[in-house]
């Protein structure tokens, strides 16, 4: 395991529960058993906040810390597209990123492919609590 995956899931800033949220969503990963539960406040079409608890492996916690600080103050929209981009990127023989997934190179690499369901579960709850 990498040493820098580990660091960026140590920051947990919105690694929280937020009381009074508009949206929420909880998802598990059939195949290994992560749970993610997301809360977000969203004021017109952008989120304003962002938290996030897990029961998770070391991959997800990182995507998901990752992900909540790239959501936070972003419009929807931009969301469902970095969402779609996400999963994009393990489906295609290409594994060079694009700008908009720069944040999680150290996620995003093809050693990791294994790990694919674990990093893309914080994904599959956010693109589903921002779709509706």
């Known amino acids: 395991m990498n040493l820098e995956i580990i660091n960026i899931a140590a920051d ?7 009381k009074n949220h508009t ?8 195949v290994c058993g992560d749970e993610i539960q997301l809360k977000l406040i969203i004021n017109r079409d952008k989120i304003t906040d962002v938290g996030y608890q897990t029961e998770s492996c070391i ?10 600080k790239i959501s ?3 419009k929807k929209g931009k ?5 779609d981009e996400a999963k ?6 290409d594994k ?8 999680f190179s150290k996620l ?3 050693e990791n492919l294994s790990r694919k369901d674990c990093i893309l579960l914080p994904f599959k709850a956010m693109k589903k609590i921002v779709s509706n």
């Open 12 to 18: 947990t800033k919105n690694n929280k529960d937020i």
């Open 23 to 30: 949206h929420f969503m909880k998802l598990k990963n059939s």
């Open 59 to 68: 991959y997800c916690q990182a995507s998901a810390s990752l992900l909540s």
């Open 72 to 74: 936070k103050n972003s």
């Open 79 to 83: 969301i469902i597209k970095l969402c």
């Open 88 to 93: 994009s990127f393990f489906e295609k023989d």
């Open 96 to 103: 060079n990123l694009n700008n908009n997934l720069k944040l």
């Open 108 to 110: 995003f690499v093809k």
